[in-house]
Each structure stands twice: as structure tokens, then as C-alpha cells.
């Protein structure tokens, strides 16, 4: 298959190459398109071949369910059976937007794209290209992140190209995803409603509706590997970097994307280093020094309070790479660029990366979240 990639304006939208796209969708086809959190593959949601070829092009688990994409609330109808009543306030505040609320689904949705669970994961994205490609197609798009399954979410049309090249029908270049992380999932068939996923909408906004609103107890209580640092002398990199990650998947169908299987990640491998600021810098220092006559080859993910203050230009360093994610006090600039800076630590390839922890503090909670994901929960707490 040959992937034809078309550059569309978010400030001068042609419908001429909005309708083509959308003309491929009602065909049966695959669909990457930029939205306000990070590049989807749309397919037609109500079509189950069409369904099948997402999880077909990215390699993905046919029991990690999918978002459907709407345009309108009126499309809601036809799409669940139950709509509490919470879902209302919930809309009128963060619809258009990077929510996605989880109904009982009706009978038109496939059960490819929900893992055969009676719930569906809907949301209305904000993004302009995204809305129009939606409104012209007249179809609800089941579209996960338009990545290899695992790999890090795609902020740019390159990064799908980079993984999706030769598998799907057309990749729309919008430019780049402004929020960087995927959207909030939240579970609005219980009471009170539990965030399945962080994401681009935050807890205390969300309290904002309805105060009792919390997480789901897998997310308050992530494994993390067992290794909290509490002196130097118990420091010891190589018994880190070998220790067994912990068997993520389960045996259990999750209601949202993300859940389940080990997301998000570099091809390296991935430690974050947790706790006060100086004690994480100096123990990201210590760790480096620790393997730096090595082969490995070193990244370090840092901010800009901090990227200055690693060990990098010294004798013997050359093989260490250090990149911001972004300054403490813009946690959003963090989340924007987390992805993009995994897939630039891959084009530098880099053996391990160590990565400082952020706040949890609104978005940071979702930050961290992928984060630990993409480590596979290896933390190193200091």
C-alpha cells in the first residue's frame, strides 16, 4: 500500500482536501489526522472491517478498545443507550475539547471497538482539520493515536509517517498537536465518575462539574518497582537497569485505551528518578557516572531548570545526549513536547534515559502518567 501524505492549513482549511479524505474513510479506508491532542487513524466507527484494519496497521491488541470520534452531540443518539446526567455539564464545559466520557454503547457500535464490553469511549475533538474531516465524512472516526502500538504518540504528521508509512491510505499534515498528551478518559456509567485516564482535561477541572469525581484505583495505585534510593552507597545502576519489569497486562478487558498494555515508550530504556529537585539531579548524575565507561550510549530528560546542571561536558561524557522537555513552572509545555522528545532520544539512539519526575499538580498528573508508562513503572524514588 502506498501512504499519500497531503498538507492541509489549520488556518485555511481546503474542503477540496478535507472531502477527499473523507471520501477515503466512507470507503472502507485509514485516515492519520492531526487533533488538539496528538495525531489520530481515523476509520469509519460503525464499519468493522474497517475497524479491524486500525488494529491490523499498528499492531495493536484487539482487546485495547478504541475512542469514536463525534462532530455533534445530536450524533450521541444513535450511539449510546444511557446518558447520565452528569454528561450534560460535562459537554457544555469540555466539549469541543481532549475529554473523552464513557457511555453504554448501542448496538451500532461494533464490538471490534470496544473489546465486546457494553461501553464506548467517546469524544469531540476541538481541533478544526479534525472537526471538518468528521462533519464532511458524516461518520463517527474510531481513531486511536496513529502510532505503532506502544511507541510514542505522534505530535507531528512525521512521527506517523516514521511508523505508518506503506500501512494505511493517507496521513493529513495539520502541523503539530498543541496539548501533546492524549485526551482525559473519564467513566460517567458509575457513580461517582472515575478518570480511567489522565489527559489533556485535569482532575481539579473536572471537580470544577462535580467535586466527588476521582481516580480509578489502578491509576491511584500504579506499580512501581520496589527500589527507593535512600543512600548512595545502595546505588547501583546495572542491578536497576536488570531488574524484572512487572508483567502489566493481566487478565482483564479495560474500558479505555491505555490501561493494559506497557504505552508510550522510547526504544530505550526508560528510569525515572522521582523526589526533590537537587536530589534528583545529583542522583541522575551519579547514575550516569555509574555506567558512563560503558558502551551505553545516555540520555537524560530534563527541564529547563535543570538541563545545565548535568555532567556533560567532561572527559568520557561525549556518549550522553540532554534534552529539555520543558520549563517547570509551564507543565503544559512539558506534556506538548514529552512524545516528541521520546522519538528524539530514539533518532539520537540512546540506551537508557534516565528522566526527572514533575509535580502531579494538574496536568503533571497525566505527564507522569505516560511517563511511568513508558518506563515500564521503573522509578527510582529519592
Known amino acids: 500500500m502506498k501512504t499519500e501524505v497531503i498538507k492541509i492549513d489549520i488556518n485555511n482549511i481546503s474542503q477540496e482536501k478535507i472531502n477527499y479524505a473523507a471520501e ?16 489520530g487513524l481515523g476509520a469509519n466507527a460503525l464499519q468493522k472491517e474497517a ?68 461501553t464506548v469511549a467517546i469524544r469531540m475533538p476541538v481541533h478544526p482539520i479534525a472537526m ?20 510514542p504518540s505522534p505530535t507531528l504528521a512525521s512521527h506517523v509517517y516514521e511508523d505508518l508509512n506503506g500501512k494505511i491510505d493517507l496521513i493529513i499534515d495539520g502541523g503539530k498537536a498543541d496539548v501533546g498528551l492524549e485526551s482525559t478518559v473519564l467513566d460517567i456509567t458509575v457513580d461517582p465518575p472515575l478518570i ?37 552507597a ?9 531488574h524484572k519489569r512487572r508483567d502489566l497486562q493481566g487478565k482483564f478487558i479495560p474500558k479505555s485505551p491505555g490501561l493494559k498494555y506497557k504505552h508510550y515508550a522510547p526504544k530505550a530504556q526508560m528510569v525515572i528518578v522521582d523526589g526533590e529537585l537537587d536530589k534528583i539531579v545529583s542522583t541522575i548524575n551519579n547514575l550516569v557516572q555509574d555506567i558512563k565507561n560503558s558502551k551505553k550510549r545516555i540520555g537524560i530528560l530534563a527541564t529547563e531548570q535543570t538541563k545545565d546542571y548535568y555532567k556533560v561536558d567532561t572527559k568520557g561524557n561525549e556518549n550522553i545526549v540532554v534534552m529539555s522537555l520543558g520549563s517547570r513552572d509551564c507543565p503544559e509545555e512539558i506534556a506538548a513536547n514529552l512524545f516528541k522528545r521520546f522519538r528524539e532520544m530514539d533518532e539520537q539512539k540512546v540506551d537508557v534515559i534516565f528522566a526527572e519526575g514533575i509535580s502531579k499538580n494538574g496536568i503533571g498528573l497525566a505527564i507522569m502518567n505516560r511517563m511511568k508508562k513508558a518506563a515500564g513503572f521503573n522509578i527510582i524514588k529519592v
Open 24 to 39: 477515503i474513510l466512507k470507503a472502507g479506508g485509514l485516515v492519520a489526522f492531526p487533533t488538539e491532542t496528538v495525531y
Open 132 to 151: 471538518a474531516l468528521i462533519k464532511a465524512s458524516g461518520l463517527p472516526i474510531a481513531a486511536p493515536s496513529a502510532n505503532s502500538s506502544g511507541y
Open 234 to 242: 545502595n546505588l547501583n545502576t546495572d542491578e536497576f537497569l536488570k
Open 51 to 118: 475497524v479491524r484494519k486500525i488494529f491490523a496497521a499498528k499492531g495493536r491488541p484487539s482487546d485495547n478498545p478504541l475512542i469514536v470520534h463525534i462532530a455533534d452531540i445530536a450524533s450521541l443518539d444513535s450511539l449510546v443507550v444511557e446518558k447520565p446526567p452528569i454528561w450534560e455539564p460535562l459537554a457544555h464545559k469540555f466539549w469541543p475539547g481532549p475529554l473523552t466520557m464513557i457511555f453504554k454503547k448501542s448496538s451500532v457500535i461494533p464490538d471490534e471497538i470496544t473489546a465486546g464490553l457494553d
Open 196 to 232: 480511567l485516564r489522565p489527559g489533556g482535561v485535569t482532575l481539579e477541572q473536572l471537580r470544577t462539574i462535580k467535586s466527588d469525581i476521582s481516580l480509578d484505583p489502578a491509576l491511584a495505585n500504579e506499580p512501581e518497582t520496589d527500589f527507593t534510593l535512600t543512600s548512595q
